[in-house]
């Protein structure tokens, strides 16, 4: 496991989340266990299929219902009240006071997550009123003052505007002001900045960590951008197959990292800093579905490290190489020349 | 024209008109595509780099005539492809192939991969005998690693890493000397976007082909480009070799379009140039160079006339009034 940080703002043990498909039932996300202390931004990254959504959905109470899904596990949080809650054994009415209060959440396409037949003010107050009870005058003062804070030119207008009459930075910007509207402890980021040009992405980061250092929130920010895990959060964990497969400190996932599908992808990633026109070193095969995981270590086909009888046999466990740091690869150890 | 050049573009303008009112009339122009000039040369991949409404796509189209220029000229192998007729456009498209953005909606999901492959064939009358055909598409197939018992198979039974290889293998089968790929490996995950790479850089040294390679991603376009355009509401600002445009930007857009892109080394957090504000509406575009609202160096005599392309360094060229910067 992770390292315990010293205060949690979130405790998540053995998350499990399977769906019934029509190929039958389908492991989207097993065994992930992680903590979150407050202020801090963890990134969850991985490719499409390894589950990192399905995880931010279940965070929010919302696998169970879109799609329907079963989720096994605990996810505790620290209420604002003081209390700790285990979230997922609430009914979905007291979910909503949750939701919006204690966890809120933006996703990729700020266009289909608006509604289009109401002004973007409409929906800001809509989100004030439904979790805070207060009166539609206050939540309106209350919606102003968020869409300066963020820096919007011509408040005024925006609020008034239709989301269809807003650019993609501008509408992210709203999503993340109905977002902050109720003050949540900890907001999870769906891959926020992925339909956005990069100058547009660099302003989100750029105001996320400012949002950030003013309101103490914690961000667990999910995304397949290694390099925006690097600009952005403290602590990565690198999911593949519905597993955390790696986390740890971003810099030593980075600069040391034991799994070797870690080590692969970030090979295999096109840079400015590497000169023009080299090779990159390609990791061959593709993503396994969740209905056709291969037995034993779900990367083995793809691994060149993979040994018979060894990776594809049982699912390896999560190792602890440094403080802070663990890794699933049963051959971690020998691999960095770290054998015992 | 130089002689090696295979595509030559000059003052390649595409205006949409904008019409309003209850009979409709012209009230303006959305400038799309504003003269633009570049060439490609026999086996060089030029890349264009550029955000969403940059014009990229429609450049890339346009020297296809997939959309049909307002005006300017672009001559491919010494001819005029602008007055080409149906029968030599035909023809024309031979040479000239496209590799579409989004490997889901370019392949028809009710055809088979052979039938994929075999279109061009068919609609070229190449190969026309069955047994040759086929033995053509096993070829194309094999060379994007593809095996034959995808044959039968439909598109919704392949990943989007395999379908993006039929894509390519398509484009390939009439022996193109030039494709345009718009985009071709944004839509694919982080490890398969390095495999099709790969695969495009060893496809034009077999091949000998040239290509021009559209991309929003300036990293992915370092690794596979021989020079680079970069693009910003229509016009080309800077082009260059792409080792000096990455490594030496002279114009103040691709400098803050390079230091916007995350760089996955969390010990080298840049200093970096947040653009404020978006790009403005090709409808309305500023006055004198069209970047200087978002442009941290601008003066007044930016807003004044529209810089041309002058040298900034051998085989480099650059849009800004301003030397002294960046």
Known sequence: MMEKPKSTLLEVRDLAVRFAGRAGIVNAVSGVSFDLAPGETVALVGESGSGKSTVGLALMGLARVIPPGSVAGTVTLSLKNGGRQDVTKLSDREMQKIRGNEIAMIFQEPMSSLNPVHTVGWQICEAITCHQGVSGAAAAATALKLVEQLGIPDPDRCLHAYPHQLSGGMRQRVMIAIALSCRPSLLIADEPTTALDVTVQAQILELLKQVQAETGMAILFITHNFGVVAEIAQRTMVMYAGRIVEAGPVDEVFHAPRMPYTRALLDSLPRLDRGVGTRLPAIPGQVPGPSALPPGCAFHPRCGHAVTGRCDDAVPMLETCSAGHVVRCVRWAELTGEAP | ?326
């Open chain 2, 1 to 326: 024209m130089t002689a090696s050049a295979v595509l030559e573009v000059r003052n390649l303008r595409k205006w949409y008109e904008i019409r309003r009112g209850v009979i409709p009339r012209v009230t303006g122009h959305v400038k799309a595509v504003d003269d633009v000039s570049f060439e490609i040369r026999k086996n060089e991949v030029l890349g264009l780099a550029g955000e969403s409404g940059s014009g990229k796509t429609t450049i890339g189209r346009s020297v296809l005539r997939l959309i049909e220029p307002t005006s300017g000229s672009v001559n491919f192998n010494g001819a005029e492809i602008t007055r080409f007729d149906p029968a030599a456009l035909r023809r024309f498209r031979r040479s000239a192939q496209i590799i579409f953005q989004d490997p889901y909606s370019s392949l028809d999901p009710r055809m088979t991969i052979e039938d994929i492959v075999a279109e061009p064939l068919r609609v070229q009358r190449i190969a026309t005998s069955r047994e040759t055909r086929r033995r053509r598409v096993e070829d194309l197939l094999g060379r994007v690693s593809i095996t034959k018992d995808f044959l039968s198979r439909r598109p919704g039974e392949l990943s989007g890493g395999q379908r993006q290889r039929v894509g390519i293998a398509r484009a390939l089968a009439v022996d193109p000397e030039f494709v345009v790929a718009d985009e071709p490996v944004a839509s694919l995950d982080v490890s398969i976007q390095a495999q099709v790479i790969n695969l495009l850089q060893d496809l034009k040294e077999q091949l000998n082909l040239s290509l021009l390679f559209i991309s929003h991603d300036i990293a992915v376009m370092r690794h596979v480009a021989d020079r680079i355009a970069v693009v910003y509401l229509g016009k080309i600002m800077e082009i260059g070799p792409a080792r000096a445009i990455c490594e030496a930007p002279r114009h103040p857009y691709t400098e803050a379009l390079l230091s916007a892109v995350p760089n996955p080394d969390p010990r080298e957090r840049r200093q970096r140039i947040v653009l404020q504000g978006d790009i403005p509406s090709p409808a309305n575009p500023p006055t004198g160079c069209v970047f200087r609202t978002r442009c941290r160096y601008a003066i007044a005599a930016c807003a004044q006339s529209q810089p041309q392309l002058q040298a900034a360094g051998p085989g480099h060229y650059k849009a800004c009034l301003r030397d002294d910067v960046p």
